[in-house]
């Protein structure tokens, strides 16, 4: 090659790729089993946060002590369990973990705090009466996924998304959980710290510094920090560090605070209905029901990141619906079991994926089965779950990124010398921010949405979804590129709507039967359109 060449190759533009190169296992690859029960426990290990989390934040107001959250977060890690099985074999068929989700702690506390249940002085009675409140609006408001998902009108939707207006809606399911990363880790820095930098070390300086034949720090970096983090924070609380700190500086940073090992049983199974017979109250059924919502829009974002890091062609259209349809049958499984809040694609196990750069389908079934050994066996699950929380944080500070980044990937199929795609992205970002930060300031300094008619259920429904930065940003930029100049002729192309539309049907592309096809001949009886 000559020197005129190389210096003509060097200012020419990064080729797109349909798929993303550099991942050592895609969704069929597989590791040994060896080496998929260590990375399936380490996924384990990264969705606890939120299955910790989640209870810990609504069961004290629900009247539950350390022995009804231990109980819920079992339940919780089963669901979990299930949930994810039934997604990797017969949903969309990615890498992804399904777990409970954020978006419904609004409605279960909009239960808890129903003036109906403060008539219970025992609070275990009242912890029970708002359970099976919860269970029930769950069951009800999971129909909506599931009708739109089964027959297929999600993915109809979803034909008209293109990967312009897929850039905010997947960049913000991760940026939208900011809040849940550095904030959490403050709350005691000398142990988060520590971890999100040992976990950058690990994964991205140490393997250039340090060759070796096979990949083990970047690969088990999630692994190595938190053991040696934790440890650290073991030998801070026997030492007496937080002797005589505040409650809230002891709760954040000693390892044995959580409650979760006293308040867990050695062996106990969940069982559909175990709180009593669901209740219903329509007030309660349409808050949950715009979570469901929510939750059905930030999982198609982290589905189609999750076919990015499994290295999978874009997911088609009738697969999403698909999987949304098994989103929705898995919050009705929150519902019967019981486990507070529903369910979504877990945000931080698809960041795990790009971290790792195993997008193995194996390794996330793998980690399924962590989650029911260990939602049976009580003490020994607790002891795990009883991590810091600030450690979870420093994770959720990479993790979100990374999810955050699969959508900023999306833009190379887009023309960015476009002022159109420049306007859309842009606003989309800005207002998928701002409009939430909006609604949250504004409940925390005078009390209620900025939405305050005398329905209190609507005031909270419309508060669900417009505090959800991804649901905010996907809509802005769902209209605007679909009305926004739209007969231009220049608009397809800017959009990168040539790109994906050999996708919009399964059989237009021979690759999408490699990734997505179902298993045991399935796909004989339910094919994909």
């Known amino acids: 090659m000559t020197v005129a060449a190389k210096v003509v190759d060097e200012f020419v533009p990064h080729p797109v790729k349909e798929q993303l190169p550099g991942v050592d296992y895609c969704v069929n690859s597989n590791p040994s089993w060896a080496e998929a029960v260590v990375l399936g426990f380490q996924h384990y290990l990264v969705m606890l946060g939120t299955t910790v989390i989640i209870p810990t934040i609504i069961v004290p107001y629900m009247g539950g002590g350390n022995v009804e959250k231990a109980q819920v977060i079992q339940t919780l890690l089963f669901v979990s369990g299930v949930n994810t099985l039934l997604q990797t074999w017969f949903g969309t068929r990615l890498p992804v973990v399904i777990g409970g989700s954020f978006r ?18 025992n609070p275990y009675l009242r912890f029970i009466r708002t359970m099976r409140a919860i269970q029930g609006a769950l069951m009800v ?140 109250h329509v007030g309660e059924v349409l808050v949950t029901l715009a979570a469901a919502f929510v939750a059905m829009v930030e999982s198609t974002g982290a589905f189609i990141a999750a076919s990015r890091y499994g290295s999978a062609t874009h997911i088609p259209a009738s697969v999403l619906s698909r999987g949304v349809g098994w989103l929705g049958f898995g919050i009705f499984l929150d519902g019967l079991f019981g486990t507070g809040s529903g369910s979504t694609v877990s945000v931080e196990n698809v960041g795990l994926l790009a971290l790792t750069r195993v997008g193995s389908r ?47 990937g999306l833009l190379q199929y887009c023309n960015l010398n476009s002022f159109r795609t420049k306007f859309i992205i842009g606003f989309s970002f800005f207002m998928g921010l701002s409009v939430p930060r909006y609604f949250s300031d504004y409940v925390i300094t005078s009390g209620h949405s900025p939405v305050h008619t005398h329905s209190v259920w609507f005031n909270k429904m419309v508060l669900v979804i417009f505090t959800s930065p991804a649901t905010v940003a996907g809509l802005v930029a769902f209209f605007l590129d679909l009305t926004f100049a739209r007969k231009h002729a220049s608009t397809r192309r800017d959009s990168g709507r040539h790109w994906w539309a050999k996708f919009k049907y399964f059989d237009k592309d021979p690759r999408s ?17």
């Open 513 to 529: 039967a490699e990734f997505y096809t179902l298993p045991y001949g399935l796909s004989k009886y339910f094919p994909s359109l």
């Open 362 to 408: 194996r390794v996330v079934q793998t980690s399924a089965a962590f989650m029911l050994f260990f939602s049976v066996l009580g003490k020994f699950g607790a002891i795990i779950a009883s991590i810091p929380l600030p450690i979870v944080g420093a994770l959720y500070c990479v993790l979100f990124a990374l999810m955050s980044s699969a959508g900023l």
């Open 141 to 280: 408001a999971s129909v909506l996924p599931m009708l739109l998902g089964f027959l297929g009108i999600w993915r109809i939707v979803v034909r008209f998304l293109s990967p312009l207006s897929a850039v905010p809606l997947v960049a913000l399911v991760g940026l939208g959980l900011y809040e849940q990363g550095f904030p959490l880790l403050a709350e005691c820095v000398e142990v988060g710290l520590p971890e999100l930098i040992i976990l950058i070390l690990l994964s991205h300086y140490i393997p250039h510094i340090w060759s070796f034949k096979r990949p083990i720090y970047d690969r088990f970096a999630v692994l190595l920090s938190v053991g040696i983090v934790w440890a650290y924070a073991a030998l801070l609380t026997a030492a007496g560090a937080y002797k005589n700190k505040p409650l809230n500086t002891q709760l954040s940073c000693r390892v044995d605070r959580s409650g979760l090992v006293s308040g867990s049983s050695w062996i106990s199974f969940p069982y559909p209905i175990q709180w009593g017979p669901p209740s219903l």
């Open 104 to 121: 419904f702690i609004v409605p279960s506390l909009y239960v808890a705090f129903a003036q109906r249940y403060y008539i219970y002085l």
